[in-house]
């Protein structure tokens, strides 16, 4: 006899195959999913801070050949702003800064004491570091006096902007390292860029999840389902039950054969 019947194998939720397949087919696709979108994002953003970074350390290297070294060698208190050649070596220094869509140009020397002190910067006379002005240390510059360039490898947010940093060695006539020129560049367009991908991955991910459990549910129903239907069937077989449970899967397949022998 057939019989529409509900389930009555009584299997806890997690244990039973449709979950058990379902959670593996979710859990495959949604690793492959999130890989594929990694791997894409973190591309993209290495990229973008790649070609921002070599930006910056270009325009470091051409604004290090504006600087005099003999003059930079002479400007070293706050009364040396007074002079021309300050005056004349800023305002250069602000050009480049304003040409290249630089965000700070600058330049600075290491003290006897270990600082790293401002020589002549770049921005405008409102917001300029005065020559000897102290910076906090930063590794970039340490490098930099080992006659290397230094370019940053990450896009830095803080209260002064957005930017990515190089930093160049300014050599004497003996190509000795005398200062150095530092370059923040605006990275403000690729900062916002890599946190809108950032959002278009997530959301991605979301709609594949969403495709997924919903794809899975489906796909268990058709393949799993006509065996717990024979599951059920076998277990009132075994009560001596000789109703089944009508299992709509017709076809040449194993299941198709295994259900049309009930």
Excluded: C
């Excluded at 140009?105 to 002190?117: A, I, P, Q």
């Excluded at 930099?144 to 940053?152: E, I, L, P, Q």
């Excluded at 020129?181 to 594949?208: C, M, P, Q, T």
Aim: zero cysteines; aromatic letters at 10%.
């Amino acid at each position: 006899k057939m019989s529409k019947e509900k389930n009555v194998l009584n299997v806890p939720f997690m244990q039973k195959l449709n979950t058990k397949f379902s959670g593996v087919i979710l859990i495959v696709v949604l690793t492959l999913l999130a890989t594929t979108i990694g791997i894409f994002y973190f591309s993209a953003k290495n990229m973008i801070v790649d070609q921002l970074a070599n930006q910056a350390e270009d325009v470091a290297i051409k604004s290090a050949e504006v600087v005099d070294p003999e003059i930079f060698k002479t400007l070293q208190n706050a009364e040396d702003e007074n002079t021309d050649e300050y005056h004349d070596l800023r305002e250069k220094l602000n050009g480049i800064k304003e040409l290249t869509g630089s965000m700070y140009l600058y330049t600075m020397r290491k003290t006897e004491s270990g600082d790293f002190v401002y020589v002549v910067d770049g921005s405008e006379y409102e917001d300029i570091s005065h020559i000897g002005d102290i910076e906090d240390f930063n590794e970039g510059y340490e490098i930099v006096y080992n006659n290397k360039n230094y370019v940053g490898d990450n896009i830095d947010k803080n209260e002064w902007g957005i930017t990515i940093s190089s930093y160049v060695p300014i050599l004497d006539k003996s190509q000795n390292v005398i200062g150095l020129l530092g370059v923040d560049y605006n990275a403000e367009y690729g900062y916002n860029a890599l946190n809108k991908l950032r959002s278009i991955s997530f959301i991605i991910l979301i709609i594949g999840a969403v495709v997924t459990i919903v794809g899975t549910r489906i796909g268990a129903k058709a393949i799993v389902g006509p065996i717990v239907g024979l599951a059920e069937n076998s277990k009132r077989f075994a009560d001596y039950d000789l109703t089944v449970n009508e299992i709509p899967v017709k076809g040449t397949s194993e299941i198709g054969i295994l259900t049309d022998s009930f």
